[in-house]
């Protein structure tokens, strides 16, 4: 019988490592893609509304470029900036550029450029837009298609970037911005700093291994199985047809530091054994004995990551997908592949330790002093709860960036002189044709409205199309910038477009002249102030006359909106990851009391996440919502193999003092060894400059400090205070 068993278990793991050679293939495919249309679920209203702006409007997604330098109106300078002009039209997945080289070569015939001036400065129609107040810096609005592979997009930005060379070799200083720029530089900055920090983590668990472990060998068992996983894990994800994202970017570090957990547990437990024990019984012993606690480790733990899924964001149910599947393979190479290797590299056992077991030793301070030790864990619990009101909801994409990267730098320049970064889209629908001068105080007081919030920097309405048309039609002449006498001079003047009016025209109006554009351009990248003005333009949709009506959209106003649901999912979820994960504690232990026993060590670094989060003013947002939930996953894991130890000290007859004491000395070397390698494997990630990242490692070591400090003496403290006819009572 065993030896079918070792069998089966080699067996196993050969078919395992079989598997590496095609997962390392396959992982060679990974790639990051934080896509905006990736965060957005396809349903609901505010799709709905943004999939009719699509189809009446076409795209709302602009690369800006500004220029500043040399005097832009000088013939040198709008020769560099017409070169460029080109090359940007020439680009693939640009749709249309507008800006001050595109009047000069389609309305001047590039001549002239005192006219240029006149025309650019002498109504406000282009100023804020197209030229900053001081006519210093000049805005190329590039509208593009981005392809949806994340490599098409990069190529599309690189050469973007290329075509600006001939204003950079004019003297120009050059910035770029767009939902576009900041995804791919993004997506950049993950792997960057993925593949800088996750070999920090590596190399940081190693060396505590190295040390705590003492053996070499042990310490090549346990990570080359935490190894096999997340190479395993990542083929998964390529064979899937997933991607990686800034969330998802720290996934092989977390699989990496829970692998080491599950193997430590049986390589720890295997040497303590083969001292007395020949190495084949020593190694069946280990692993019937760390079964339990590790199976159920992993559950809970896959069940922390399953409860993302009740996410509405696609990448954070993906992050739950792919980290349930990650834990399983951990799971699976824990008691497969680590056995192969503790017999194929021929572990020794553990040293003996040096000097006599101190009573401070047999009976620790949780058992000793167990009201001390819980007044203590109270008061921390209070403060840190206390501190939660504090946490604030931000979600500014830009702030993921570090403050000296070019891309942030570019948005801070472009906010202060010109343009914005993206619009907010207010729909307005007409009871007539929007050639009606009826209609035209309705949108000029909305349009006001909307341009006074802080945050817009110009509104962009068909209205201003019209007034440029009549400046045209009476010479240019400024003081004739006013809407037409009435609806024929109106038609009229639309009636004598060329086709790049008629283009731009028909970004502003749908075909059917009843539905209207207004595009408020925006130069703050602060969710709540974006919602405090989609909020006022709701409001003056609100209000609008009888047969007026309209809505407000926007590919930002949907990921913004997207972010909002997800913060408010994810905390119900960590309701519903609560009562999953102590409903499977409860199946395992078979006892409501050891449950109870398992619920405050457990409650208590999360409540220390959160707190953390409000001391150090990290912000609740996309990247940091979702802790919560897999850290009561990770958190829990400590508690159950210690309670399974107890449970089983208790069926040998021990008592309360006894057993607590006992399950504790057998499993603190495995749990502290496990914590600390985790621990510095996270730490590792707190040197990355990308946010996510650094947040995501600072708040996991934190929570594996404090649930190390839960599980060694809060929850072996309320053993001790429980009464001692329990005991028996509370054994499976």
């Known amino acids: 019988m065993q030896g079918d068993r070792t069998l089966r278990r080699r067996l196993a793991a050969i078919v395992v490592l079989a598997l590496v050679p095609l997962a390392a293939w396959l992982a060679r495919g990974v790639v990051v893609d934080n896509r905006l249309e990736r ?31 040399p005097p832009l109106f000088e013939p040198a300078a709008l020769a560099a900036m017409t070169d460029c002009l080109g090359r940007l039209e020439a680009v693939p997945g640009v749709v249309r550029v507008q800006g001050l080289p595109q009047l000069y070569r389609d309305l001047f015939g590039g001549e002239d450029p005192d006219e240029l001036r006149r025309e650019m ?58 939902s576009t720029v900041l995804i791919v530089a993004l997506d950049e900055l993950s792997v960057r700093e993925a593949t800088q920090t996750f070999p920090l983590a590596v190399l940081g668990s190693l060396l505590v291994l190295a040390v705590l472990l003492r053996s070499p060998r042990a310490m090549a068992a346990v990570a080359a199985s935490s190894g096999v996983a997340v190479l395993l894990t990542l083929g998964v994800v390529v064979a899937a047809g997933g991607s990686l994202n800034m969330l998802t970017a ?55 990551f399953a409860s993302l899924l009740v996410a509405t964001m696609p990448p954070v149910r993906e992050l739950g997908v792919f980290g349930a599947v990650g834990i399983g393979l951990a799971w699976m190479c824990s008691r497969t592949v680590t056995p192969l290797l503790l017999e194929l590299l021929r572990v020794p056992a553990a040293r003996p330790r040096v000097g006599s077991v101190t009573p401070l030793v047999r009976h ?33 994409p830009l702030s993921f960036l570090p403050d000296d990267h070019p891309v942030t730098l570019d948005y801070r320049f472009v906010g202060s002189r010109v343009a914005g970064f993206y619009t907010a889209e207010t729909v307005v629908r007409l009871p007539g044709p929007w050639t009606d001068p009826a209609s035209w105080p309705v949108l000029d007081a909305i349009a006001r409205e909307l341009a006074a919030s802080p945050v817009v920097s110009r509104v962009v309405t068909p209205l201003d199309l019209l007034r440029k048309l009549r400046q045209w039609d009476q010479a240019f002449d400024p003081a004739a910038y006013r809407l037409p006498a009435g609806r024929a001079e109106a038609e009229r003047l639309v ?68 972010q909002q649901n997800l913060i408010a999912t994810q905390l119900g979820s960590l309701g519903l990851a609560f009562a999953v994960i102590f409903a499977a504690i409860w199946v395992g232990l078979r006892s409501a009391r050891l449950t109870g026993v398992a619920i405050p ?128 009572e509370m054994a499976p």
């Not at 049986?266 to 004995?289: H, I, K, M, T, Y």
């Not at 102030?529 to 590919?555: H, I, K, M, N, W």
């Open 121 to 178: 400065t002498s109504t406000p129609f282009y100023t804020g837009l197209l030229l900053s107040a001081d006519a210093t810096t000049a805005a190329l609005l590039v509208e593009v298609a981005p392809p949806e592979a994340p490599e098409g997009r990069r190529r599309m930005v690189a050469e973007i970037r290329a075509a600006t060379t001939p204003l950079v070799a004019a003297g120009c200083h050059v910035a770029l911005v767009g």
């Open 601 to 728: 060590s457990n409650l208590l670094p999360v409540a220390v996440v959160f707190a953390t989060m409000a001391w150090l003013d990290i912000p609740l947002d996309a990247g940091t919502v979702m802790v919560a939930s897999v850290s009561l996953g990770i958190a829990v894991d400590n508690t159950i193999h210690y309670l399974v130890e107890y449970c089983r000290a208790l069926a040998r007859g021990a008592g309360r003092l006894e057993a607590a004491g006992a399950a504790l000395a057998l499993v603190r070397p495995a749990i502290a060894t496990a914590t600390v390698a985790a621990c510095t494997g996270f730490a590792a990630l707190t040197v990355s400059a990308f946010r996510p990242i650094r947040t995501f490692g600072l708040l996991a070591t934190v929570m594996l400090v404090v649930g190390l400090a839960a599980h060694l003496l809060v929850t072996p403290a309320i053993l001790a205070l429980r009464r001692q006819g329990e005991d028996r």
């Open 39 to 69: 965060w957005v679920a396809p349903t609901g209203a505010e799709e709905r509304h943004y999939a009719d702006f699509r189809r009446a409007f076409g795209s709302d997604e602009l690369i800006v470029v500004t220029v500043t330098g």
């Open 495 to 562: 009636g004598q477009l060329d086709a790049t009016g008629r283009s731009v025209l028909a970004s502003l109006v749908a075909p059917s002249g009843r539905e209207v554009r207004l595009s408020a351009v925006v130069r703050e990248m602060d969710e709540l102030r974006f919602l405090d003005l989609v909020q006022g333009a709701r409001e003056s949709l609100a209000r609008l006359p009888a047969g007026f009506d309209g809505y407000v959209t926007g590919q930002v106003l949907r990921l913004v909106t997207a």
């Open 250 to 304: 720290a996934l092989p570090s977390l699989l990496w530091v829970l692998g080491l957990s599950y193997a430590v547990h049986l390589v720890s437990r295997f040497r303590n054994l083969e001292s007395g024990l020949p190495r084949a019984d020593a190694l069946d012993r280990a692993l019937a004995e760390t079964r339990t606690g590790v199976a159920f480790s992993a559950v809970t733990t896959i069940l922390g």
């Open 364 to 396: 620790p301070l949780p058992l000793r002093a167990p009201a001390v030790v819980l007044a203590v864990a109270a008061a921390i619990a209070l403060a840190a709860v206390a501190s939660v009101p504090r946490i604030r909801l931000e979600s500014n």
